[in-house]
C-alpha cells in the first residue's frame, strides 16, 4: 500500500495556506514551538509524568510534532483567546494559547481522567473540562476541511489507482468500516438501555470511509451500539448520496467489451451487498475466483480497519471505557479525534511512523453478517471476480 506522496503535498500546501488565512504573519509550519515555551510547560508537569522526566519530550507527551501543534494552535487561536474565558493554572498564571491547547490534546491523546490531567498540568478539574470542550467546539468548525470526498476528478483517480495498488481492485473509492466507543452508563435509567449492544456493553458507533492512507473521508457517528452496520449505513448521508447517484458516480471502467465497472467502496460482511459497496463471497465450497476476489477484497479493506485502529491508539479518549459521558457532546468528541487523525496524516507527520500497526479496534465483537444482496451488485461483483481471474471473456 504505497502512500500518495502527490496527494499528500497537496494537502500540506493547503494546510500553509489556511494558516496564512488566519492572518499569522509567519507559518508555524516552518516556525519551530518556541523552546523556552516547552522548557517551561515540561517543568510544570507533576504526578505520573515527572518520573520519566529524563525521557520526557514533547512527542511522548502529545503523541504529535511540534510543526503539527503549532498549526493546531494555529486553527483555534481566534476561540480558544476569546474572551470572557480567562483561564488560568493553579498558581494564578493565565494560561497561554499553547498551554490551553496542550491541555485540550492531551486529554484527548492519553485518555486520562480531568483529574489526573489537571494535576499533571497545574490546573483544576473544571478547567480542563472547560478548556477540552472549548477547543472541541472551535476544532469542529476550525478543521472541518480535512475531512472530505475527493472534491476533483484528479484526486479520485489518484486514490483510485493508490486502492489498485494494494492487491489489484479497479475503481475503488473508499473502505468502509465502523467501531464501537464503549461507555459505562448508569444502569438506573431505562433510555440508556438504547445504548446495550449484541456483547452487552453499552456503546456508541461510528462509522468512517477511508482512503488508501488511512484518512477519513466521511464519517458518521452518534448512533447506538444496539444497531447493526446495515442500519447505520442505511440512516448515513453517504447512503443517500450513492443511492441518489450524487456520490461514486465518476468514470466507469470497462472490464471487456461491453461490461462495465462502476466506482464503489468495500466493506466486510456487515453490510449489505449494494451496486456501490461491494461485500465479500460468504459460505463454503467457494470458486477458486471467489476465493480469489476475497483475498484481493481482505487485504484492500484493511486500511479501514487499520485507520480505525490508529484513531483509538492515537486518541485514547475513545478507545476505553469511557465514564458516563454525556452522550449528546460525545458524537462532536468523536469527530474531532477523526479530524486531528487526519491532521496528523496531512501534515505528514512523522511520529505516528513511529507507532506499531495494529488492527485490533473492536476487541470482543465478532463479525456480524448482513443477508442483504442487490441483483444487480451480485451480478457486477461476479464480472469483477472472474476479470481478476482472467475468466471474463474478452
Not at 93 to 110: C, E, G, M, Q, Y
Not at 133 to 154: C, D, I, N, Y
Not at 257 to 273: H, K, N, Q, S
Request: glycine share 6%.
Amino acid at each position: 500500500m504505497g502512500p500518495s506522496r502527490g496527494l499528500k503535498r497537496k494537502r500540506k500546501r493547503k494546510a500553509e495556506a489556511k494558516v496564512e488565512e488566519n492572518g499569522l504573519a509567519t507559518s508555524p509550519l516552518s516556525q519551530p514551538l518556541p523552546l523556552d515555551w516547552w522548557d517551561d510547560f515540561s517543568k510544570r508537569i507533576t504526578g505520573p509524568l515527572s518520573q520519566s522526566r529524563l525521557s520526557l519530550t514533547f512527542e511522548s507527551v502529545f503523541k504529535i510534532s511540534r510543526k503539527t501543534f503549532n498549526y493546531i494552535c494555529s486553527l483555534v487561536k481566534e476561540d480558544m483567546m476569546a474572551k470572557p474565558a480567562n483561564f488560568s493554572a493553579s498558581n494564578g498564571k493565565p494560561l497561554s494559547l499553547n498551554d490551553r491547547v496542550a491541555i485540550a490534546l492531551r486529554r484527548l491523546s492519553s485518555g486520562e481522567s480531568l483529574s489526573i490531567v489537571g494535576d499533571s498540568f497545574g490546573v483544576n478539574q473544571s478547567t480542563v473540562a472547560q478548556i477540552t470542550w472549548k477547543f472541541v467546539e472551535s476544532m469542529e468548525v476550525r478543521g472541518l476541511h480535512h475531512l472530505q470526498w475527493p472534491s476533483t476528478e484528479a484526486d479520485m483517480e489518484e486514490t483510485k489507482s493508490s486502492f489498485e495498488k494494494i492487491r489489484g481492485l479497479p475503481n475503488c473509492c473508499g473502505a468502509i468500516d465502523t467501531t464501537h466507543i464503549i461507555m459505562c452508563l448508569s444502569t438506573m435509567g431505562t433510555s440508556n438501555n438504547v445504548w446495550i449492544d449484541h456483547q452487552k456493553k453499552h456503546s456508541m458507533i461510528l462509522q468512517a470511509i477511508v482512503d488508501p492512507e488511512m484518512r477519513f473521508r466521511d464519517v458518521i457517528t452518534g448512533w447506538p451500539g444496539s444497531l447493526s452496520e446495515s442500519c447505520v449505513l442505511q440512516n448515513s448521508g453517504f447512503f443517500k448520496l450513492s443511492e441518489e447517484g450524487k456520490r461514486l458516480n465518476g468514470k466507469m471502467i470497462e472490464l471487456s467489451e461491453g461490461t462495465y465497472l462502476r466506482e464503489y467502496i468495500v466493506g466486510d460482511a456487515g453490510f449489505p451487498l449494494l451496486p456501490w459497496l461491494l461485500t465479500p463471497y460468504k459460505g463454503k465450497g467457494l470458486s477458486d475466483f471467489q476465493s480469489e476476489f476475497n483475498k484481493r477484497h481482505f487485504a484492500t479493506r484493511m486500511v479501514a480497519r487499520r485507520a480505525l485502529a490508529r484513531l483509538k491508539e492515537m486518541w485514547r479518549i475513545i478507545q476505553g471505557v469511557m465514564w458516563r459521558p454525556d452522550t449528546n457532546k460525545l458524537p462532536r468528541i468523536i469527530l474531532v479525534c477523526c479530524l486531528l487523525h487526519n491532521i496528523v496524516i496531512d501534515l505528514e507527520d512523522g511520529v505516528q511512523d513511529e507507532m506499531p500497526f495494529s488492527y485490533k479496534h473492536d476487541p470482543g465483537y465478532p463479525q456480524r453478517s448482513c443477508e442483504s444482496v442487490d441483483k444487480t451488485a451480485f451480478i457486477q461483483r461476479e464480472k469483477l471476480s472472474l476479470y481478476l481471474s482472467g475468466r471474463l471473456p474478452p
